[in-house]
Every structure is written in C-alpha cells, then in structure tokens.
C-alpha cells in the first residue's frame, strides 16, 4: 500500500501540474499571462485635427521647377602680366608631370591650362573670345547659381536677372538630374527677372502664374528651389505681408513670406496650394546671411507683364517722366498746404526730359496721372511705367498752393534711362565767421553760397529739429517753399510769408554730394 501511494500521483497533484503546464501555454504564445494583460489600460489615441500636408502640391510641381548654373568668361593670366605664379615641381614644369599627377590633374580640371604658358584644355571648355585680342585664351568657370521654373512646354523658363547677369553660358538640372544648355532671352534689372530658353526635342511639365491679388496675408505657401546645390528643397510657410519696399528699386512691391529661402533658392517659386506661382523668391533678410525665415518674392501680377515683353522681343520699355522724386511725409504736406501727406514731391526735373518739357518743376508736388491718385513716388514710377512710352498723359500737380495740370508725352526708359540728374552743386568751404547769420529758431547758421547759387550751412544745432531731419554742415539751401535764397534774409522772408499763409513748417530744398532732397521744418517759433 505504501508503495502504491508513492508510485502514483494524487489527484490534486495532477491538477497543480496541468494547470502550471497551460499557464506556460499561454505565457508562450502571447508572452504574457491572460489575466495579466487584461489589466493593461488601452494606448493613447488623439484625434486631434491633422496639419496640411503639401506633398500632393510638391509632388505636381516639382518637376516644373529647376536648378540654373552660370557661367562667364574668364580670361587666364598671361606670363607677361606682373604679379601671376611661376611653379617649380623639383626643377620640372607642370608639363613635365606624369599624366595622372594630382596637381596636374588639378590644373589641367580647375585652371583650364596644362600649366603657366602652356596651351589651353583640348576638352572643348576653353573657347576664343572675340575681343581685342582673340588669341588670348580663356576658359568658362563656374560663376552661380540659382533656381528657375518653366512656363511652357517649350521650354521657356524664369529666373532672377541677379542670378544670370553676369553669365556666359547657362545650364539647366531637372528634377531627374538631366541637365540642358539654355540661351537668355532677356533680362530686366528693374524688377530683377530673366526669362531662358532650352531648345530640346521634349515637352516640359510648366506651372503658371496666380491672381496674386486673391493671395492674402496668413495664406500657405510653399517654396521650391535648389539650395546650396543640393538639389530640389522645399519649405513651407505664410505670406506675412504684401507691398513691401526693401529699397532695391523704384518698382519694390514684394510678397514677403515666412518660410526658409536661402541661398540659391533665388529665381525659384513660391506656389499656392493650387500649385500655382504667387512670386518669384529674390531676396532675404539675412543678419547672419542664413536664412531667418524672411523672404521676398516678386509678385506675380508683375513677373506676368515683365515676362510677356521679354518674350516678345527680349526687352522691356517703360513709360518715362524724367524727374527725381521723393514721398511727401506729413510734415511737407503741411508745409505746402496739402490736406494730406500724399503724392510724389519733384526734388528736379531732369534736363530735356518729357516731364521737364512739360514745365513740371522742382518743389511741385504730383497728385494724380490721367486722373488717378498718386499713393506716393514708388506709386508714380509704376503708374507711369506702366503706361509704356509715347503716351500722353494727364499730370495734376500741386504748386504754390493751387491745383494744376499738364500735359505729357512720356519717354522711353529703355533707351533714356542712362540719362540722369547732373549733380553740380559742390559743398563750399565753411565761410568766414564775420559773414555768417544765424536763424536761432531753426537751430542752423547759413553764410552766402561761394558759387552765388544758395546758401551754405556752416553750423547745427545737434538738437534741433534741422539735425533730427538730417540737415548737415557743409551742405546748401537753395530754395525754401519754392522760393530761391541766397542769404539769410531771403531765408527769413520766406518763412515769415509762410506764417502768414498760417503754415506750421517750410519747405526747405537741400543740395549735398549726393543730390538734392526736400526737408519740411517747424516755424511756429521765434
């Protein structure tokens, strides 16, 4: 009996032993016991609403958009012009090297020439220039690059003129690394735009210009370019302002966009999320000369008429008035009486110029061309530029307190542009001190002009309203409200006839080395 219980088992040992048997089952084919995992609490879901995503917009455009490489011609030192390297490899020209030496490998891939006086890279890549000396060799090096994008399956590209200026020689790198020589078409340095053209045997995917007026602030955008050479890169972001002036031209009126352009990325769109080209990125905001997110674009209401003429006959005419203009601040509205700080105030009128013709003179302020409002001076250059040359125009002018008008016919800007304000006026030497008068109540002193034309300011006040406006010693006034001075007394009369007109401030015309410019100061004291 004592046998028997001991060779088999009980009944309750045989339960323990089955159910540590299934336990391990289970623990093996999920890894961990059944009723141990129903005590874990379920992972956390969001369904938060999901960001935009831009990939179906990157994805259509991308191949439209390209990678432009210029080059441009350099001219190699001769061995007669002073100052340029001799080599001696242990007493052997660079000719004398073996073929697969790495410094001739070096010369003969970076420097064009077999060595100093040797003959020019048999490749092809040097070319002869047809200048003064046409046996002179040169070579085509590397000299920018930018991003551009197609606007017709024809191939027809656009890019910034900044980028192509000063090139030779253009190539173009698809999205797909096939790369395709291309010829300038034409360029406009005013608005900074260059239109390309790639003759190949294919048709291109383009993408075309948006209603840039329907773009408003906070909309998404997406930039594509090639930064850095690296290939297309995209970033993303929101048109933050419209209009801006950063001071490149008189036709500024840039998208600015907060997204990463940098460097290379010039001449490359932006895009709405339709997929179509808001603005041509051109500039940055570079305190570091990285990008910090703020960017430029041209807008694409301009590009499209910029465009268009150079694809007519590769140029671009503008309508011409031929005057030099400022803004009107407030302070010179009300010192020539105008209601509101408005229009485009004429510092001179260029010699033989359409406008001067015309009898516009200096110190008359443009109010209106063909009868609509004139913003301020960057709103006439485009208003007037946009009539094209040969247009007679309607210009309403503000002088000596009356509302007037003449009659225009504009110039040409492509073909008068070279002509320019002479600056004759020179800053006189100081004058001598038993000559000089001072006007206490503007903080200035004057002495009679040395050429009889003005009068020279010898001293400021540096904390008069005169200094605040950036009136300098050394510089002349030629006129105040319109009016020609010569001394101190005529200075006087004028401002005293215009507290009679109950004016707050004068007009005053300064002429320095760098042109002539109106400044607007109080005379309500002394």
Do not use: C
């Not at 460097?263 to 500039?283: D, H, K, Q």
Request: hydrophobic letters at 35%; aromatic letters at 6%.
């Amino acid at each position: 009996m004592l046998k028997s219980k001991i060779g088999r088992p009980s009944l309750k040992t045989v339960l323990k032993g089955s159910t540590v048997a299934g336990l391990a089952a289970v623990m093996l084919s999920t890894g961990v016991p059944a009723y141990v995992a129903q005590t874990y609490a379920n992972p956390v879901t969001v369904n938060a609403p999901q960001a935009p995503s831009f990939a179906d917009v990157v994805s259509a455009v991308s191949p439209a958009v390209v990678s432009v490489r210029v080059q441009s011609d350099s001219t190699p030192v001769s061995d007669d012009d002073p100052g340029n390297f001799s080599f001696n490899f242990g007493g052997r020209g660079l000719d004398q090297l073996p073929d697969d030496h790495p410094l001739k490998r070096f010369f003969r891939e970076f420097g064009g020439q077999n060595g100093p006086g040797g003959k020019g890279d048999q490749g092809g890549r040097n070319q002869q220039r047809a200048d003064k000396n046409p046996n002179r060799p040169h070579h085509l090096r590397p000299t920018a690059q930018g991003s551009g994008f197609f606007i017709s399956e024809d191939g027809y590209l656009v890019t910034n003129n900044h980028v192509v200026s000063d090139g030779s020689a253009y190539t173009v790198v698809l999205e797909d690394g096939t790369e395709l020589d291309a010829k300038l078409v034409g360029k406009d340095s005013r608005t900074d735009l260059a239109l390309l053209k790639v003759d190949a045997n294919r048709k291109f995917t383009y993408v075309k210009f948006a209603d840039d007026s329907k773009t408003r602030v906070g909309d998404w955008v997406v930039a594509v370019g090639n930064p850095f050479g690296l290939g297309g890169t995209v970033t993303a972001g929101i048109v933050s302002a419209r209009g801006r002036d950063i001071g490149s031209g008189p036709y500024d009126d840039f998208i600015q966009v907060d997204a990463a352009v940098n460097r290379g990325n010039s001449g490359g769109p932006t895009f709405n999320l339709n997929g179509e080209v808001v603005g041509i990125n051109t500039a940055i905001f570079s305190p570091s000369g990285g990008s910090v997110g703020i960017a430029f674009a041209i807008p694409a209401s301009t590009a499209k008429d910029v465009i268009a003429d150079l694809m007519k006959d590769g140029k671009v005419e503008r309508g011409w008035l031929g005057v030099q203009i400022q803004p009107v601040t407030q302070d010179i509205a009300d010192s020539l009486g105008l209601s509101e700080a408005k229009g485009a105030l004429v510092v001179s009128p260029q010699e033989n110029s359409p406008g001067a013709k015309a009898g516009i003179k200096q110190g008359d302020v443009i109010t209106a061309v063909n009868g609509e409002p004139i913003k301020d001076a960057r709103d006439l250059a485009k208003k007037v530029a946009a009539f094209g040359p040969g247009h007679k125009v309607d210009v309403s002018i503000w002088r000596n307190g009356k509302a007037q008008s003449v009659a225009v016919t504009l110039g040409n800007l492509a073909s008068d542009d070279a002509a320019k304000a002479e600056n004759s006026g020179k800053a006189p030497e100081q004058a001598q001190p038993s000559t000089e008068k001072a006007l206490a109540s503007l903080g200035i002193t004057v002495a009679p002009a040395e050429d009889g034309t003005g009068v020279a300011v010898t001293d400021v006040d540096p904390d008069s309203d005169a200094a605040a406006k950036g009136l300098r010693q050394g510089e002349k006034i030629t006129s105040v409200n319109n009016q020609e001075v010569s001394s101190a007394a005529d200075i006087s009369k004028a401002i005293e006839q215009a507290r009679k007109d109950g004016r707050t401030r004068a007009l005053f015309q300064v002429q320095s080395d760098s042109g002539s410019r109106f400044i607007a100061l109080p005379i309500n004291e002394g």
